[in-house]
């Protein structure tokens, strides 16, 4: 069972950042990749940043050059920095965590948390 808690959201103005948290807690051994999706109100989750437990990383094409995933293993926490914020950006955004081990692969998602661009 594992447990994943974003944070970090928030106003912010066009141009300017935030670093989104995702901490896991539970039995985050066998981890395989985390990942932030986002999601705007009648629309489908998208996804947005990818990374491996080898670190390998992976983004959307709306994310390159403006937005890095990161993971803090020690700490069983992954991060989402995001620069040169635009209004398009505006979504709840949700971490997952990808687990393998002994029951088979588990998926699991946050609750997510509210990011709004805008002046």
């Known amino acids: 069972q594992v447990q994943l808690v974003e944070s970090g959201g928030g106003l912010v103005q066009p141009g300017g950042s935030l670093r989104l948290s995702c901490a896991a807690s539970g039995s985050t051994l066998d981890f395989i990749s985390a990942d932030w999706y986002r999601q705007t109100p009648g629309s489908q989750r998208e996804l947005v940043a990818v990374?491996?437990?080898?670190?390998?990383?992976n983004y959307a094409d709306s994310a390159k050059g403006r937005f890095t995933i990161s993971r803090d293993a020690r700490n069983n926490t992954v991060h989402l920095q995001m620069n040169s914020l635009k209004p398009e950006d505006t979504a709840v955004y949700y971490c997952?965590?990808?687990?393998?081990?002994?029951?088979?692969?588990?998926?699991?998602w946050g609750q997510g948390t509210q990011v709004t661009v805008s002046s």
């Open positions: 997952g965590g990808h687990f393998g081990g002994n029951f088979g692969y588990r998926r699991y």
């Open positions: 990374i491996t437990k080898g670190g390998d990383t």
